[in-house]
T-cell receptor, first 113, second 109 residues
């Protein structure tokens, strides 16, 4: 089945230790998104790729970076995680067209010790 | 500005109808969406409505859109325990979506 896969599902890191979260998709969608979701809050868009074009949200901290080496994969790098970065990170994909349905992965829950 | 508001909690009895409400602020939104999130899972698209429609029905789900008041609602008929989840309203402004904080629906057997 075509899907959005996120690895790992749970990630524990130490304060200040770089961490990378990964997302892959078999849908061949041209847009990929990274959202941060904290408890009882809306998913907050960090950035998205339209093909290779990177689009950063204005309020996304510099601590967050992303890479998209090919259509299928997208990575979220957190250079120096702080306690406030503990959250669920959701990857989503879409194909630009009519109603722009976004397909979400199951998320990676990040814990910062 | 971009802001989507939803009430945080709703509790209904099994078999009753649930109505989840949402207000949005950007009149240029083209599509509005309802997503469902079950515990530990990602978001799943339930249904969507184009901004020039005022109603859409899909099996047990009915979406009503009042564009004048920027009000969107999701009605779930014959609510089941499997409908217990968080429901997010979202508006499309350009490519990204703007989500509300979600309404936690609890279904009492």
């Amino acid at each position: 089945d075509a899907m959005v896969i996120q690895n790992p599902r749970y990630q524990v890191t130490q304060f200040g230790k770089p961490v990378t979260l990964s997302c892959s998709q078999t849908l061949n969608h041209n847009v990929m998104y990274w959202y941060q979701q904290k408890s009882s809050q809306a998913p907050k868009l960090l950035f998205h790729y339209y093909d290779k074009d990177f689009n950063n949200e204005a309020d996304t901290p510099d601590n967050f970076q992303s890479r998209r080496p090919n259509t299928s994969f997208c990575f979220l790098d957190i250079r120096s995680p702080g306690l406030g970065d503990a959250a669920m990170y959701l990857c989503a994909t879409s194909r630009v067209g009519t109603y722009n349905e976004q397909f979400f992965g199951p998320g990676t829950r990040l814990t910062v010790l | 500005g971009e802001d989507v508001e939803q009430s945080l909690f709703l509790s209904v009895r099994e078999g009753d109808s649930s109505v989840i409400n949402c207000t949005y602020t950007d009149s240029s939104s083209t599509y509005l969406y309802w997503y469902k999130q079950e515990p530990g899972a990602g978001l799943q698209l339930l249904t969507y409505i184009f901004s020039n429609m005022d109603m859409k029905q899909d099996q047990r789900l009915t979406v009503l859109l009042n564009k004048k008041d920027k009000h969107l609602s999701l009605r779930i008929a014959d609510t089941q325990t499997g409908d217990s989840a968080i429901y997010f309203c979202a508006e499309r402004i350009g490519t990204p979506l703007v989500f509300g904080k979600g309404t936690r629906l609890s279904v009492i057997a």
